[in-house]
Each structure stands twice: as structure tokens, then as C-alpha cells.
């Protein structure tokens, strides 16, 4: 399984292994990854709290840019192909391609 983002990182199991390699995935960076049927032979990106279903991370923290994120998600993740599944920091999946249609209504809204 190849996991695309900012770094690269490439799980190699064998077939037989591929359940409890994603457990023990899981386990190690406190995901909770879909089944392996879901995402076995299909690009990821994990994406943190930048990009969820439905718009943006949260930038009404402190030292967090409405704008910088915008520039992120539409400069170096929505130039990836539309299948990739996008794996958020916490809650629902979603692809690039569902997402990228929706960037200037997340500009127009600001969030």
C-alpha cells in the first residue's frame, strides 16, 4: 500500500498479512484505518486537520492562516489524482476528486 502526502511511505506485506499489518498500522500511529479491502491497492493521504470532507481544518485557532491552508489544500493536494482517498485526522474519508470541486465555495464561505 503506497500512502502519498508530503512524505511517502510504503507498507509491504504479504497478502496472508495484510489485516494484521494494518492493525498493527493502526496501532503505531493511533489511526483508525478503514478495513484493508477499502484501501488495498488504492493511493492515501493522510491529511491531518487540513483537509476533511466538506472543507478545511479549523483556522480560527491561534497561528493558524484561513489563506495558508486554502493555498495548501489547492497547491499541493488537490494536484493529486482524484482517486486518492483522504484519510483526516479524525472523522469520515472523503477523495481529492469529491473535495476539489468545492475549493472556491470553502473561499467564498471562509472556513
Known sequence: MKILGFNRVE???????????????NELLGLNLPQPHAIEGHPVLFSGDTLFPGGPGNTKFENASFDQIITSIDRRLFTLDSDILVLPGHGLDTTIGTERPHLQEWIDRRW
Do not use: K, P
Not at 507498507?11 to 498500522?25: C, G, K, P, S, Y
Open 11 to 25: 507498507l509491504i506485506v504479504r497478502e496472508d498479512e495484510i489485516h494484521d499489518a494494518i492493525a498493527q498500522f
